[in-house]
């Protein structure tokens, strides 16, 4: 039995189904709990319903859960009628301080005291959120990328107000949905995640910038060098096989210096609209004729059966056996 807050989970709200929360009510689903949304847009539940059709062939390829069913989910227009049932909250409103306060401090009113409440914000700190909540000690950052019914990453954070135990609740129902959570021991503006693709990005801009690299090849750089071995294996563990037999304690002793020096040469880019326009019409060339619904299921696919793969490895290692196939 799936528990968060020391209590069975049944029935998940999500607020807000836009662009994140359809996602996160698809994989809801397809975990085998009763979903109901909640959003006050005239044709969020046509959208919503639309989304999860199209998201569920990838969900049954990724595998079901038992009990699962689009059946399950309900939609509302009042916030109020949705949340006094909901056992765990998944909040993914639009991305403003003022707006996300106010709805913070009305979804406490009307959920449970013993739910948790995360918030799908990606910038917004959650000492922030839970500033005017009557019970803010169950609310706290659940943040993925996108789409969360792919991406295994869950980023928990809590805020000043955050009980150690909500904290702890949500990283094990996370993971008990086969999430992969990180705990945040700090709060900071983007998390860790967005942070990261924002490090990169700052080089890719200034490389395109410096005229060292096409928008397409920097994309080259990345998606068939480094990035597809960090969709495998974190950067420092990396290291240890770059030190060779030596691991990484050669790579620190004779490796790291050199590194230092490149990180002392990043660049800043300057973001002018004339760099802008050089990326757009450098995707736009990449992308051609192929709409973005159409990129984002050929990404679907391969990060699938890349997961699956690791997952065959992790099992194979869990067992005792060698961790690669037999040749
Ligand atoms: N889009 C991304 O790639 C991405 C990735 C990670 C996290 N996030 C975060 O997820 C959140 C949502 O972003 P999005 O891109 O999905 O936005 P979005 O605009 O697609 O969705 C927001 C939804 O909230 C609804 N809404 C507005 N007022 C509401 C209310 N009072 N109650 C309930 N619903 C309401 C809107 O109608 C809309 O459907 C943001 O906090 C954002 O930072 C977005």
Redesign the pocket.
Known sequence: MITSYNKPVHRIAI???????ASWAAEYLARGFDVVA????PN?EANLRKYIDNAWKDLTTAGLSKGASRDRLTCTTD?KAALPKADFVQE????RPD??IK?FADMSDATPVDSLIA??????TPSVLQSKCKHPERILIG????PPHIIPLVEVVGGTKTSPDAIQQALAFYAAIGKKPVYLKKELPGHVGNRLQAALYREVMYLIQQDVLSVEDADVAVSYGPGLRWGVMGPSLQWHLAGGAGGIKHFMDHLMDPLAGVIKSLGTPDITPELKQTIVEGVLRQAATRLVIELAGEENELLIGLLRLRGQTENRASRGEPKRAAA
Not at 15 to 21: F, K, L, M, Q
Not at 92 to 95: K, R
Not at 143 to 146: K, L, V
């Open positions: 607020v807000g189904p836009g662009v994140i929360g909640t959003d006050p847009a969020a916030l993914n409103g639009p991305e707006f996300k709805l918030s799908s914000s990606s910038g917004i943040h993925t990328s996108n």
